[in-house]
Nanobody, 125 residues
Framework: QVQLAESGGGLVQAGGSLRLSCAVS????????MGWFRQAPGKEREFVAA????????YYADSVKGRFTISRDNTKNTVYLQMNSLKPEDTDVYYC??????????????????WGQGTQVTVSS
């Protein structure tokens, strides 16, 4: 049974930092691409970043480029999203997702097979 479990969300002031973690279990994701998405109530799920598990190539949404960094730790089967210089508009529920294949430019939710339960990030002004 595949499970993706996010953690690390919380409340932070504008300009601050948070690191989200996504612990992966139940299968080997070496041939997968892992992504982070975010979603506000009543809005569509929005792509944030993706990383190829094998090799580490990454891709970012323009809105977070230069502020967020996606990475993975093969030994811990965990994907991270380091978020710096946070803005109030970054407030959302953040989701981790897994997609088969190594194409890292994968920005639509329906291309991902596995999802975590989400973790809330709130940035105060």
């Amino acid at each position: 049974q595949v499970q993706l479990a996010e953690s690390g969300g919380g409340l932070v002031q504008a300009g601050g930092s948070l690191r989200l973690s996504c612990a992966v279990s139940g299968r080997t994701f070496s041939s997968y691409t892992m992504g982070w998405f975010r979603q506000a109530p009543g809005k569509e799920r929005e792509f944030v970043a993706a990383i190829r598990w094998s090799g580490g190539s990454s891709y970012y949404a323009d809105s977070v480029k230069g502020r967020f960094t996606i990475s993975r730790d093969n030994t811990k089967n965990t994907v991270y999203l380091q978020m710096n210089s946070l803005k109030p508009e970054d407030t959302d529920v953040y989701y981790c997702a897994g997609a088969p294949g190594t194409i890292v430019v994968r920005t639509t939710p329906n291309l991902y097979d596995y999802w975590g339960q989400g973790t809330q990030v709130t940035v105060s002004s």
